[in-house]
């Protein structure tokens, strides 16, 4: 039952309270009844360790089951994301193990007909896990002229409250069904798109962000007018709006200033990167990304995600021993690389559970034709690239432990070894793998020749640049920086690449006032009473036990300010990181990221508009593919930053 499992994941988790709900609620198996099979994270480890080594057995040097389960008990080193954690040898759902898709018509197709289709596929891969993203931009513009009985169109915007009801009606057992918006800044509606989560309550099911070129950034930069065509980017428009750059510019700034969307794509610098658009005209022209922006995507492509705990790199973390072991890094990176490829094996035996599941339906053919085309359209692409999402978590920890301030230039300068000494790894394996099993099915060495990864991986490894010419390799695109929302709640650490967000903080419980162990701390003003109860985050903590501070008492606010000031985590949280630093910190490790990175530049609550848009440009200028801010205190409920905020 789920009292039950709940008591023996309490344990496991040292009486983490969180962690062990958000494990036994999403993750545990059950089935559709809400009989719970495993009892700890342990059982479910095992589940997947099993189903790996299945699979491994296929090809050579097979990884034994429990080197497997070795990897990732307890959370430890490698982490398998949401879908596959919750997917892979659960025979109770059939489900995908993607936590990533993308869907789209092309850019030809914008009939009502296509419309529907694709809030129909959207509805079907929400259903089965997964978040979903598309593009906009092949919409004709409003008031352009159709033929029926509207004679002109209504624009995107309908579009979007469209795909966002549509999201919200699908649960997901536990998560919610997530959505990206994009749309290019060349098509004329893309100020009525940025604007239109401005209305409290309009289009709250889906996350949107605008697609940036350099054209429009340059003509920001100058202060120059930017045509927007429909067709966007057509040599032979149907339609052309031109606009003041930075007037448009200033109105998305604000936005994200006020709202924290739209969230910016720097779309020109995804396309020049990307591996994948090497092989566009064979389907693979990326077009927009999965719901936090990590995994720039061609429609009919998924994703599945895997973190790599960096904290459980250092040895001796928090003492003046302190030392990262990159061997064991690099090792373990090749051994994720691996595991990502066989979830890709499982996940075509997924796809072929649901292909067989909607042909055992009883509804018609005509039905059940878009649904099945579009399981048929995504086994394809997984098959021919093998796209893997191999990431971190732990980054703001890992520095911590090593007694390096996040943000420093110290900071940024290690942090980037590490992604770079990820990359080399992970890139080492594919090839290996491509060696054992083969490369992906449309690898063609001549179309990457030109594309700038590569040529980095040339300049820092020519015996793995060497080989990968000769061997090919196994995945088409593999790298990416995911937010790691709850996975971190299970490592117990800061999540994907953010800094801690309060090392430190109170929460209140409520209690009775007649209760003789009890301490009432707060009246507040219905009558209820209320404890106040620190809270440390699990690595702070650990750092306090290292140097022998008591963990036990009930500190005042000074006295916790001045055992911060002591630690490694001071000047070091989400609210103190110099912002100008952690948007290069972004640039240079995006350097080594093939696919994006979900992060969150925090900026205070008197924050200026003018800021935000120096960090934008910045972040345009050094080479981040995205960039999102979060201006304390600018949304409800979504952080908390301190005990008021509740
Ligand atoms: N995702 C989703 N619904 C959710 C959370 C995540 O669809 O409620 C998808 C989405 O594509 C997101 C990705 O999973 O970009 C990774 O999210 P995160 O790293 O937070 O995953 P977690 O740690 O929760 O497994």
Redesign the pocket.
């Known amino acids: 039952s789920y009292a039950d499992a709940y008591e023996s994941t309490l344990q496991y988790f040292n009486g983490d309270d969180l962690a062990a709900k958000v494990w036994v609620s999403k993750y545990a198996l059950k089935d559709s009844d809400g009989n719970i099979y495993e009892r700890t994270p342990d059982d479910m480890h095992r589940r997947i360790a099993s189903e790996i080594a299945r699979i491994e057995a296929n090809y050579p040097n097979a990884l034994p089951e429990n080197e497997v389960f070795d990897l990732i008990k307890n959370f430890k080193y490698i982490i398998p994301?949401?879908?596959p954690?919750t997917g892979i040898g659960n025979d109770f759902q059939i489900a995908s193990l993607s936590?990533?898709f993308v869907i789209g018509n092309g850019t030809q197709s914008d009939s009502y007909g296509s419309i529907m289709k694709i809030d129909q596929e959207q509805v079907q891969l929400m259903k089965r896990?997964?978040?979903?993203?598309h593009d906009l931009s092949h919409i004709r513009p409003k008031g352009s002229a159709v033929k029926n009985s509207a004679l002109t169109s209504t624009g995107l915007v309908p579009f979007m409250e469209r795909y966002s009801n549509s999201t919200r009606e699908v649960a997901?057992d536990g998560?919610?069904?997530?959505l990206?918006l994009s749309v290019s800044i060349n098509h004329p509606d893309s100020e009525d798109f940025v604007n239109a989560k401005l209305e409290q309550g309009k289009i709250t099911g889906a996350n949107i962000s605008v697609r940036i070129d350099d054209e429009f950034m340059n003509a920001v930069v100058a202060k120059e007018n930017y045509i927007q065509k429909y067709p966007i980017h057509s040599q032979n428009p149907k339609f052309e709006k031109e606009v003041k750059a930075t007037e448009l510019w200033d109105k998305i700034i604000h936005n994200a200033w006020k709202s924290a969307e739209p969230g910016i794509l720097f779309w020109d610098t995804i396309i020049r990167e990307s591996l994948p658009d090497c092989y566009a005209d064979l389907g693979y022209e990326t077009v927009s990304t999965?719901?936090?922006?990590?995994?720039p995507l061609c429609p009919y492509d998924s994703c599945r995600?895997l973190?790599v705990n960096l904290f459980s790199y250092v040895e001796n973390p928090f003492t003046k021993k302190a030392k990262f072991n990159f061997e064991l890094f690099k090792k373990h990176v090749g051994y994720a690389q691996r595991m990502m490829d066989d979830i890709i094996d499982l996940e075509i035996e997924k796809i072929d559970a649901i292909l067989e599941k909607i042909e055992s339906d009883p509804e018609g053919d005509e039905i059940k034709a878009t649904e099945r085309n579009l399981w048929i359209s995504i086994r394809k692409k997984t098959i021919e690239g093998r796209r893997t999402g191999v990431?971190i978590t732990a980054e703001g920890d890992m520095l911590a432990a090593l007694n390096i301030q996040y943000g420093s230039k110290e900071g940024n300068e290690f942090s980037t070894l590490v992604h770079k000494t990820l990359a080399l790894a992970a890139y080492r394996s594919s090839v290996e793998m491509a060696r054992e099993r083969g490369a992906f099915a449309i690898y063609d060495e001549k179309r990457e020749k030109n594309n700038p990864f590569v040529q980095r991986i040339k300049d820092a490894d020519p015996e793995l640049f060497e080989d990968l010419q000769k061997f090919g390799r196994r995945n088409i695109a593999l790298l990416t920086i995911?937010?790691?929302?709850?996975?971190?709640l299970m490592s117990q650490t800061t999540?994907?690449i953010e800094p801690v967000f309060l090392p430190v903080y109170k929460r209140r419980r409520k209690v009775n006032p007649n209760d003789q162990e009890v301490r009432v701390d707060f009246v507040d003003e219905v009558g209820d009473h209320w404890e106040e109860y620190i809270v440390f985050h699990h690595r702070f903590k650990q750092w306090m036990e290292v140097n022998g501070i008591d963990t036990e008492r009930n500190y005042t606010q000074e006295e916790i300010n001045k055992i911060i000031e002591q630690s490694p985590y001071y000047k070091a949280t989400s609210n103190d990181v110099d912002w100008l630093s952690k948007v290069e910190m972004q640039g240079a490790i995006q350097k080594w990221v093939d696919h994006s990175i979900?992060v969150t530049i925090n900026i205070p609550n008197d924050a200026t508009e003018e800021l935000v848009n120096q960090l934008y440009i910045k972040a345009w200028e050094v080479g981040c593919k995205g960039v999102t801010v979060y201006r304390d205190g600018s949304r409800s409920g979504v952080l908390i930053s301190n005990d008021e905020k509740k």
């Open positions: 994301q949401g879908s954690m936590n990533c896990r997964g978040g979903v993203g997901q998560r919610r069904g997530a990206m999965n719901p936090c922006g990590e995994i995600l973190a990431g995911a937010p790691t929302g709850s996975t971190s999540s994907g979900s």
